[in-house]
């Protein structure tokens, strides 16, 4: 499994931007659709954001779409995560989590269980 590491959370007000990082070890994530999913306090995990495997395709939440800007820099196993007009309602724990290649459609990368290796999370709070 590929180890993943996020940074670049943090507190926000409303209408800010924050940028997410995926840093990724132990094997390279060059040929995987990696995502970013959140999750609150009693709520299951929720699809972010996913990127194939050269970047050639991305796919958002509806909640997030224009908003959120999913890209990966393959030379450096790192996916990235840009944020702007941040809203309360995007405070979450963010985490990154690597696939498989081989997804073909929206569902495909949109479910959690599709990914193999997870970060440990990093937490964005965005107050009004």
């Known amino acids: 499994q590929v180890q993943l590491v996020e940074s670049g959370g943090g507190s926000v007000q409303a209408g800010g931007s924050l940028r997410l990082s995926c840093e990724a070890s132990g094997r390279t994530i060059s040929s995987y659709a990696m995502g970013w999913f959140r999750q609150t306090p009693g709520k299951e995990r929720e699809f972010v954001a996913a990127?194939?495997?050269?970047?050639?395709?991305?796919y958002y939440a509806d909640s997030v779409k224009g908003r959120f800007t999913i890209s990966r820099l393959n030379a450096k196993n790192t996916v990235y995560l840009q944020m702007n007009s941040l809203k309360p309602e995007d405070t979450a724990v963010y985490y990154c989590?690597?696939?498989?290649?081989?997804?073909?459609?929206?569902?495909?990368?949109?479910?959690?269980?599709?990914?193999?290796?997870w970060g440990q999370g990093t937490q964005v709070t965005v107050s009004s």
């Open positions: 990127i194939n495997w050269n970047g050639g395709a991305t």
């Open positions: 989590a690597a696939g498989y290649p081989g997804y073909r459609t929206y569902i495909d990368y949109a479910k959690a269980p599709n990914y193999d290796s």
